[in-house]
């Protein structure tokens, strides 16, 4: 069974930094193919967004609202996908979910975590 385990939220003051950490299991050795590893957040009474987004060949594509302050990295030998997230703004309060569009025999797979939450304070 995959599963998407995220960690590092918290609560920051403005300006400082995060990483959140996001551990994959379920799908080292398997016959699935990870098409693409995001991080997506959802703030209160606003809809789910696409932050960072890491395809499988290693190309980022960014939010603009993050684009140089966030980084998104992969560790495939730990099956851990990260999110750096440093000059944090208010406005970047939100749950941050990881995210997993696998394929397996030609069909497609998507997974979600938990969700972690990150407070930036004024």
């Known amino acids: 069974q995959v599963q998407l385990v995220e960690s590092g939220g918290g609560l920051v003051q403005a300006g400082g930094s995060l990483r959140l950490s996001c551990a994959v299991s379920?799908?080292?050795?398997?016959?699935?193919?990870?098409?693409?590893m995001d991080w997506y957040r959802q703030a209160p009474g606003k809809q789910r967004e696409l932050v960072a987004a890491?395809?499988?060949?290693?190309?980022?594509n960014y939010a603009d609202s993050v684009k140089g302050r966030f980084t998104i990295s992969r560790d495939n030998a730990k099956n851990m996908v990260y999110l750096q997230m440093n000059s944090l703004k208010p406005e970047d309060t939100a749950v941050y979910y990881c995210?997993?569009?696998?394929?397996?025999?030609?069909?497609?797979?998507?997974?979600w975590g938990q969700g972690t939450q990150v407070t930036v304070s004024s």
């Open positions: 890491l395809t499988s060949d290693g190309r980022p």
């Open positions: 995210y997993c569009n696998a394929q397996r025999y030609g069909l497609n797979y998507a997974y």
């Open positions: 379920g799908i080292s050795g398997s016959s699935f193919s990870i098409k693409t």
